[in-house]
């Protein structure tokens, strides 16, 4: 995995991105990723730091995530087309996103991704 | 949201004193209660703590829907259903546990879940709908039939020790097709429960209603209120509306 770090110690200068701006080389973004329900059995992770690279897509990012936390974790979230589920919201900084609205990430970016819950 | 105020007697005024005082309540919004129809989908962990709580808060009717025999596995959650029901229908139950506390609110008791079939006749004799069933299939069902009917519709849900709750308020909010545009293939019929997380989330649920009962303060219309009870985690998300929903879209 190349373009994902954890973030172990301090931030990395960053000043903030907007979609679209390119970044200096060696550059990278800060975000943190909160995983609910399912995910997080999959993942074994709740809240997640991660230093990425500038200009990170969500789609880019989850396939990431998924080269990481393995088949099932890629199955849940993606079609065996490799196309996102529609039945998994993406919220940003607590907005639900749209599949045409996954554009790039920006630092500081609070990411949750939900699992679809119906218990009762 | 219309609702056909219905006068109190002197009983009910002394039941309900102490919510009386709530600033916005009053004996206007005890009568609003009162004249009010719920209708709830499942009676179990969730939807049995919607319907005691709003029974206890004086709703004066009912349209309340669940198939099935109680079974040892619900006790752990479903607080409408005892040792001694088990076996029997759950429906049942709930008339008998509602009607222990409030003798005075009307039941009208389904021993059937929702589906496509039933739907519609279900909403259109309520004022207000509850959707707290464990498949996304009746969930779906109730969401089209409310949207369609012009009745608001809460919809809460748990999974472990998480739990998600919004108000849909149709030609205002999305709708759930908006929020889950498909049927989930992960989702499992059976899940992991304790009763005090979908208690936490069915008194959530009760406390929306008689929001938009009463018209006090400010639903949860068009958020999604995220929480997990094991860490203490809340998110208040705003549902984004999909203008191409097959349902509430354009």
Request: aromatic share 6%.
């Given at each position: ?81 490799g196309r996102l589920r529609p039945s998994i919201p993406i919220i940003m900084d607590d907005y639900q996103l749209r599949e045409e609205q996954y554009g ?17 | ?250």
């Amino acid at each position: 995995m190349q373009a994902l770090s954890n973030l172990s110690a301090g931030r990395s200068g960053s000043v903030g991105s907007i979609t679209g701006i390119s970044w200096g080389k060696g550059m990278a973004i800060t975000i943190t990723v909160e995983y609910f329900g399912q995910l997080q059995r999959l993942t074994g992770e709740r809240v997640e730091t991660l230093e990425i690279a500038p200009n990170t897509t969500i789609p880019g990012l989850l396939n990431e995530l998924a080269a990481r936390y393995g088949e099932r974790f890629r199955d849940f979230l993606f079609t065996p087309e490799g196309r996102l589920r529609p039945s998994i919201p993406i919220i940003m900084d607590d907005y639900q996103l749209r599949e045409e609205q996954y554009g790039a990430l920006h630092d500081g970016a609070r990411l949750l991704i939900l699992s679809p819950v119906a218990g009762g | 949201m219309q609702i056909h105020r219905q006068p109190l007697n002197d009983t009910e005024r002394a039941t309900y004193e102490w919510q009386m005082w709530v600033p916005g309540v009053g004996e206007e919004g005890q009568e609003k209660l009162k004249g009010a129809t719920v209708m709830i989908s499942r009676l179990g962990g969730l939807g049995g703590v919607v319907a005691y709580e709003l029974a206890a808060a004086g709703v004066g009717r009912f349209i309340l829907a669940h198939g099935g025999n109680v079974k040892l596995s619900d006790l752990n959650r479903q607080l409408l259903m005892t040792y001694d029901w088990v076996g029997k229908p759950r429906i049942d139950s709930v008339a008998r546990r509602l009607r222990e506390l409030n003798p005075f609110a009307e039941i009208v008791a389904v021993p059937e879940q929702v589906h496509e079939g039933n739907a519609a006749d279900l909403v259109g004799q309520a004022d207000l709908v509850i959707d707290c069933a464990p498949l996304f299939s009746e969930r779906f069902a109730m969401n089209r039939e409310a949207v369609r009917q012009d009745k608001p519709l809460i919809e809460c849900a748990m999974y472990e020790l998480e739990a998600q709750i919004t108000t849909i308020i149709p030609g205002q909010t999305p709708c759930l097709n908006c929020l889950y545009p498909e049927d989930p293939p992960a989702w499992q019929r059976e899940f992991p429960v304790f009763g005090a997380v979908s208690g936490t989330v069915g008194c959530l649920a009760a406390m929306e209603a008689i929001k938009l009962i009463t018209g006090i303060g400010t639903p949860l219309a068009g958020t999604l209120l995220v929480m997990d009870l094991r860490e203490m985690r809340f998110h208040k998300v705003a549902i984004a509306r999909n203008p191409a929903c097959p349902v509430c879209g354009d």
